[in-house]
Every structure is written in C-alpha cells, then in structure tokens.
C-alpha cells in the first residue's frame, strides 16, 4: 500500500520561502510509471496542481504558469520523497497543499488519477 | 489552461436518491477524465479515472460517462457516507486542472 507522509512548517513570513517534503513508502520516487505531484487547495483558487518530478530514463519537471518563476520540485532518491520550494510568498499563497501520486499506463496512455495523496499541510502566509 | 466547469455548484438530496453531476471542459480532453470525493479535513480520493473506470475499492453506485467536453458522474443510490464534495479533473494537458467542486448535502 502506497502511503505519502507530508512535514513542513504551517507558517511562513511574506517575502520567504515556502517548503514542504513528500516521504513515499510503497513505491519509488523513481519509479518509470509515477509522478510525483504538489496540488494546493483554497477557497478563492479551489483545487490549484503546482508541478510535478518524475523519471523517465532521466528526471523531468512540469510546473503550472502560475507559480512557475517561484516554484522548485525535487527528487531525493536516497530518502525515497520529494519537495515543495515556493519563493516569495505572500498571503495569496495561503492554502492547503497536498502531495499525491498520478500513474500512467504507457501501452494505453489511460492516466489513472491522483492517488494516494499526503495528508495536506495547512500552510499561512503572515508575519 | 482548459477549463473545466461543474454543474451545479450544489444539490440537496436523500439518502438512496439517484444524483448526477456534470463537468464540460472548454476544448476536447478524449475521456481524459477523472472524478474525485473530498469529505471536510481529508483530502480527495479518485473515484473515477479515464471518464468512465471504477477505482478499485469504489462501490459500484458510481458511475461516470462520457465524451469530447461533456462528462457526468452518477450515484445510484445514495448513501449517508456519500455527503461530501465531487471534483472532476483533466488529464489531457498540461497544467492539469479541476473543476469548481459540487457539494452534495442532505435535504
């Protein structure tokens, strides 16, 4: 049973940066067939996909527009997770953010959804 | 970014009631579509992937359908387990995105 088990600070200052780490247990955050998501959740933005890591022979990184300037996902293979850098952040940053896997079948292309997700991280932006 | 709108945004119902919520998309997302359940303080679990491919573990009073920009899911009977809130989201393109969500609460 894949499980993700999410830490990180719930408050951050204006102007600094937001970070979050993803520990993966019953998969490989290598694995050729997963990627390893970071979604937000608010009441103005509802459900918001940041980015994601995954490995295909060699790493890859996707990241939403909104965020891209801002944002940083990583990899870290020898503690099987991956984490969250969000720069400069103000209080329109303030949400829950998950991490959560999606999984692909390359012989059909189906995508089968996130899942699992972590647990989320209520994270406030104020001084 | 396609943008994915549910309807409606709420519905009241009863338990064993028969209940359809629907997502269209702004361009074609080829059953590139999932749909998600999200109780308060928990975060989402897929229900439905590819438009219309039950979860394992999900009972089978859900069901979705499909094409092009138009999805539904279904829940045949209603059970009180099943007030919560119903996301869908699209696959086909980067950056993947959700709908508004659909709260269903009891009448």
């Known amino acids: 049973q894949v499980q993700l088990q999410q830490s990180g600070p719930g408050l951050v200052k204006p102007s600094q940066t937001l970070s979050l780490t993803c520990a993966i247990s019953g998969d490989s955050v290598s694995s050729n067939i997963a990627a390893w998501n970071w979604i937000r959740q608010s009441p103005s933005r509802g459900l918001e996909w940041l980015g994601r890591t995954y490995y295909r022979s060699k790493w890859y990184n996707d990241y939403a527009g909104s965020v891209k300037s801002r944002i940083t996902i990583n990899p870290d293979t020898s503690k099987n997770q991956f984490s969250l850098q969000l720069n400069s952040v103000t209080p329109e940053d303030t949400a829950v953010y998950f991490c959560?896997?999606?999984?692909?079948?390359?012989?059909?292309?189906?995508?089968?959804?996130?899942?699992?997700w972590g647990q989320g991280t209520q994270v406030t932006v104020s001084s | 970014d396609i943008q994915m709108t549910q309807s409606p945004s709420s519905l009241s119902a009863s338990v064993g009631d028969r209940i359809t919520i629907t997502c269209r998309a702004s361009?074609?997302?080829?059953?590139?579509l999932n749909w998600y359940q999200q109780k308060p303080g928990r975060a989402p679990k897929v229900l439905i992937y590819?438009?219309?491919s039950l979860q394992s573990g999900v009972p089978s009073r859900f069901s979705g359908s499909g094409s092009g920009t138009d999805y539904t899911l279904t829940i045949s009977g209603l059970q009180p387990e099943d007030f919560a809130t119903y996301y869908c989201q699209q696959s086909y393109s980067l950056p993947w995105t959700f709908g508004q969500g659909t709260k269903v609460e009891v009448k």
């Open positions: 959560a896997r999606d999984l692909a079948i390359a012989a059909s292309g189906t995508r089968l959804g996130f899942d699992p």
């Open positions: 590819a438009a219309s």
């Open positions: 361009q074609s997302i080829s059953f590139y």
